[in-house]
């Protein structure tokens, strides 16, 4: 059974920093390439980042280029996004996404709030 599971969402003030990771199973994790989409309140998903199988190409959305970064451990199955810099603006519910299989997690929330 396919599984993505996030987590490390939370509050945090503007400037502040999270890691989100997201532990997968179920398929063999280190033939698809990764990514992280968000989607705030009353907006459509948007995607955030991309890595490729082996972590050597990666890609970002505008808005975030300097300030997360995508990563990934095969040998732990597991994806990350690194988010420095937060803004308000940030603030949505996260998902990682097996790119081309329709694999989704369930999400998880973060807030960047004073």
């Known amino acids: 059974q396919v599984q993505l599971l996030e987590s490390g969402g939370g509050l945090v003030q503007p400037g502040g920093s999270l890691r989100l990771s997201c532990a997968a199973s179920g398929f063999t994790f280190s033939n698809v390439a990764m990514s992280w989409y968000r989607q705030a309140p009353g907006k459509e998903r948007e995607l955030v980042a991309t890595i490729s199988r082996t972590g050597g190409y990666t890609n970002y959305a505008d808005s975030v280029k300097g300030r997360f970064t995508i990563s990934r451990d095969n040998a732990k199955n597991t994806v990350y996004l690194q988010m420095n810099s937060l803004e308000p603006e940030d603030t949505a519910v996260y998902y990682c996404?097996?790119?081309?299989?329709?694999?989704w997690g369930q999400g998880t929330q973060v807030t960047v709030s004073s």
């Open positions: 996404n097996a790119v081309a299989r329709g694999y």
